[in-house]
């Protein structure tokens, strides 16, 4: 009866902390909130093709409940539905590289600037979790429980994740501001089985995405911005499984000022966060049990940058650490951005 439970408290594990993929856990979408910097919601302003390169990282040892409490009070069910409360000790590490393709084409749609973009994130992920029992279960059954450890990773190798492809890409500018309003796709391209564990790279469905950002600029110059965006994700059933994803709704948030350095380089520097909240239900019979409820978090943190004008290229490191999270990991973010236009 111990291997019995053991196996299944094991198994649990798996699916909820190996089943993290690249960018996603137990009903975490593909929308990384803290990807991004403060401006690149909006259209380039200049006609032309413009290229990016995102690296990030996302790590945490903290995994959230329900109810914002850290899992050390872990609910598993056993045989004959015998219930063990168990502690985990978990680790993520996510590292993402993505270059992204721009591409203003000069026209014009209800008087807006229409662009399109494509972002094909590479990424690696290595979960773990450590597990010790409680509860329910005798004092022999505790030491054959306590240091239990589950692990996995993708072998460190990056690999193809799911491609983000913005085919609508429109930005309403004047002196004072700028209205973006993007709709864009998610495809399944990224390794995954529905028992692929650890080894899946994508997250196995396809998952549409509005957005909606604005920019208030005090000056002429453009030189402080103050941005809030809006993304909607609508998540498709998982591939091999009875399983869809509730959506997500993000805000972003963001302020920065430009200073400059010399007549040629100039400073980018300001605070920003984001909020993300799980907004539909999971459903399906192949949701998980553990986790299952709908999922939050809030995170702060900011930017610093430099950008050459006349080379129309520009560098920005950001980092978020999250302060609050419900049924989900909570972590810091640090992210460094290259940015150059044709």
């Not at 939050?296 to 930017?303: L, T």
């Amino acid at each position: 009866m111990i291997f019995v439970k053991r196996k299944l408290i094991s198994a649990g594990i798996v699916l909820v902390m190996l089943g993290w993929s690249a960018v996603g856990v137990a009903g975490v979408g593909h929308y990384l909130p803290g990807m991004f910097n403060t401006r690149d919601f909006f259209v380039p302003e200049k006609e032309g093709v413009y290229t990016a390169l995102y690296l990030g990282n996302y790590s945490t040892n903290t995994l959230k409940d329900k109810n914002g409490n850290n899992t050390n009070n872990a609910v598993f069910e056993g045989p004959a539905g015998n219930k063990l409360t168990a502690n985990l000790d978990t680790h993520i590490d996510l590292n993402i590289i993505s270059p992204v393709f721009m591409w203003n084409t000069g026209y014009k749609i209800f008087g807006a600037d229409y662009a399109m973009y494509i972002a094909l994130p590479f990424t690696s992920t290595s979960v773990g979790a450590t597990l010790s029992a409680f509860s329910n279960i005798n004092l022999e059954q505790q030491a054959n429980f306590r240091g239990t450890s589950v692990s996995g990773s993708n072998n460190g190798t990056i690999g193809l994740n799911d491609i983000y492809v913005q085919p609508l890409w429109l930005d309403w500018r004047g002196k004072h501001y700028d209205i973006a309003a993007g709709y864009g796709f998610y495809a399944p391209t990224g390794k995954y089985s529905p028992d692929g564990g650890a080894n899946n790279i994508g997250l196995g469905f396809w998952a549409h995405q509005l957005q909606l950002a604005g920019a208030y600029y005090p000056f002429d110059n453009q030189g402080t911005a103050l941005t809030l965006a809006g993304t909607y994700e609508i998540n498709q059933k998982t591939a091999g499984k009875s399983f869809v994803q509730g959506s997500h709704f993000t805000l972003n948030w963001g302020i920065d000022q430009f200073l400059p350095i010399t007549d040629d380089v100039l400073l980018n520097i300001g605070p920003a966060g984001y909020l993300q909240w799980q907004v539909q239900a999971n459903h399906g019979a192949d949701q998980p049990q553990f986790l299952n409820s709908n999922n939050r978090v809030y995170g702060v943190g900011g930017q610093i940058g430099v950008a050459a004008p006349k080379l129309n290229s520009q560098v920005t490191f950001h980092y978020f650490t999250e302060f609050d999270a419900q049924a989900r990991p909570q972590g810091n973010y640090a992210g460094l951005t290259a940015a150059l236009g044709f």
